[in-house]
């Protein structure tokens, strides 16, 4: 295991549709998170989980946006009735529990969407 | 809420030190990081320190904290061009998210 992958890489979408993302975590990490990163800015938080609890949402994870863990490794993000302003990069990030590795968080590569 | 402050560029040349600046205002931040970021890729955890240090030294890495002044700062020694990318300084607060500043372009020239 080499690191957080996400899937797809890249999607354009039209206006309205609906994505859907997913993050795989480094596999022993149980805490999972997503941030948002338009250009030529620095990431936003959007939501973290603990395991299959989602324990902290952004004010920015407007209705339209809904995120789950399911089974407590993999994550899916949706975004709902897609509009031009949600065109970013989603980040996954994951990390450890107990001690100092709970800190570091490692980023996966990011999925690019652009919105039409 | 937590604000954190970069310039947004820096040009040296190869073989120089590079120092990029953090300012940021919660002073109840407990774990500062730096992360770098290359063209179309993710972030990159280079460095962090907990707020109870005020130096810490990782290869040609150096992150110096002033807790007084809310300062951050990673000096990156004997500069090379693979150096090149952005600089993202971030900080943890209350929770579990990180807040991030704007980051600091860095242009390495030979």
């Known amino acids: 295991d080499t690191g957080v992958s996400q899937d797809p890489r890249h999607k354009i979408t039209k206006r309205g549709q609906n994505v859907t993302f997913r993050c795989d975590p480094i596999s022993e990490h149980n805490r999972l998170y997503w941030y948002r990163q338009t250009l030529g800015q620095g990431p936003e938080f959007l939501t973290y989980?603990?395991?299959?609890?989602?324990?902290?949402k952004s004010r920015l994870l407007s209705d339209r946006f809904s995120a789950e863990r399911p089974k407590g490794s993999f994550s899916t993000l949706e975004i709902q009735r897609t509009e031009q302003g949600d065109s970013a990069m989603y980040l996954c990030?994951?990390?450890?529990?107990?001690?100092?590795?709970?800190?570091?968080?490692?980023f996966g590569p990011g999925t690019r969407l652009t919105v039409t | 809420g937590e604000d954190v402050e970069q310039s947004l560029f820096l040009s040296v040349r190869e073989g120089d030190s590079s120092v990029i600046n953090c300012t940021y205002t919660?002073?109840?931040?407990?774990?500062l990081y730096w992360y770098k970021q290359e063209p179309g890729a993710g972030l990159q955890l280079l460095t962090y320190?907990?707020?109870?240090?005020d130096m810490k030294q990782d290869q040609r890495l150096t992150v110096l904290l002033n807790k007084k002044d809310k300062h951050l700062s990673l000096r990156i020694a004997d500069t090379q061009t693979g150096d090149s990318a952005i600089y993202f300084c971030a900080v943890k607060a209350a929770g579990n998210k990180l807040t991030f500043g704007g980051g600091t372009r860095v242009l390495v020239k030979p």
């Open positions: 919660d002073s109840s931040s407990t774990y």
């Open positions: 989980f603990q395991n299959e609890a989602q324990l902290e």
């Open positions: 990030a994951s990390s450890g529990t107990g001690g100092e590795v709970s800190y570091e968080q490692y």
């Open positions: 320190i907990f707020s109870n240090m």
